[in-house]
């Protein structure tokens, strides 16, 4: 089984315009995710999947693979969808340009579900919730599956709900789920999911999986030990400034 991971980065952003570009730590930020996604195990490339001239040429720079998309994609499978019909690897595997802290080994989880499980046509991956913050926010995507690891519903509510107050996070509960936002899919599905219009559930939502699900396919969920966390506000990418310096403070030490 062959596998690409594709890397959809768009320089329009609503709370932090030109994301991709952002270079405080002397790297731009689509490279930091490139650098992550050519540590997985068992992927036969890596590319990065564009609407802008100027994030092709970063990419290039730092000796990337980056391909030009139209501009009128509504998400990011839909640019991966594009990218696609040039493709011959059986898995695609959606990694979001703003996940600069994800782990290699969680992208090969993905990767391992949908080696294991042949009638698979999508994943993806979900982590422990661990307080009632992350439960309550809007911003913090949940997941229920059933009892064989397949997703029955994801929504910025909490869910499940506890009807009886909130839940005890000092006893692990395989429940309570947030959803991490990378994607493997057959390359064939992901053609059918692009060419199906954005079902009520997903606008409502405002979450594209839900497009999935509503078209009543088996999308498997695998469970790792923790969540990466994304950049999507200043606040975001300071922190991973903070962090990227003092990590590398500490090697140089």
């Known amino acids: 089984m062959e596998a690409v ?13 030109g994301k991709p570009l952002l270079r405080e730590t002397g790297k731009y930020l689509i490279q930091h995710v490139y650098e992550r996604a050519v540590r ?23 000796g990337g693979q ?15 969808a594009e990218v696609a019909n040039r493709l011959t690897a059986d898995v695609i ?7 600069p802290q994800i782990e290699p ?12 499980h042949s009638d698979c046509p999508m994943a993806t991956l979900a982590a422990p919730l661990r307080c009632s913050e992350d439960y309550f926010s809007p911003h913090v995507v949940k997941v229920v599956c059933d009892g064989h690891g397949r997703a029955l ?5 909490p869910i499940p709900y506890h009807r009886n107050g909130p839940p005890d996070w ?5 429940f309570y789920l947030q959803h991490l936002g990378i994607y493997a899919y057959r390359r064939h599905f992901l053609r059918e999911l692009a060419a199906t219009p954005p079902h009520p559930l997903e606008q409502i ?16 969920v695998g469970i790792v030990s923790h969540a990466h966390k994304g950049i999507d506000t200043p606040a975001d990418y300071a922190e991973f400034v903070r962090n990227y310096r003092r990590e590398q403070e500490r090697q140089a030490a």
Request: proline residues 6%; hydrophobic residues 40%.
């Open 153 to 157: 519903y994801f929504s910025r509510a």
């Open 93 to 99: 595997v959606n990694l979001q340009g703003d996940e």
């Open 170 to 174: 000092q006893k692990p509960s395989p």
């Open 66 to 80: 980056a391909v030009l998309t139209r501009e009128d994609h509504p998400s990011g499978t839909d640019r991966i």
């Open 40 to 62: 997985v195990r068992g992927v036969q490339g890596v590319l990065v999947a564009t609407d802008d001239p100027r994030i092709v040429a970063a990419v290039e720079s730092f």
């Open 105 to 116: 080994s969680h992208v090969e989880t993905l990767i391992a579900l949908m080696r294991n």
């Open 205 to 220: 939502e405002q979450l594209e999986q839900l497009r999935a699900l509503a078209l009543g396919i088996s999308l498997r």
């Open 5 to 17: 991971i594709v890397i959809p980065a768009r320089f329009t952003s609503s709370r932090l315009p």
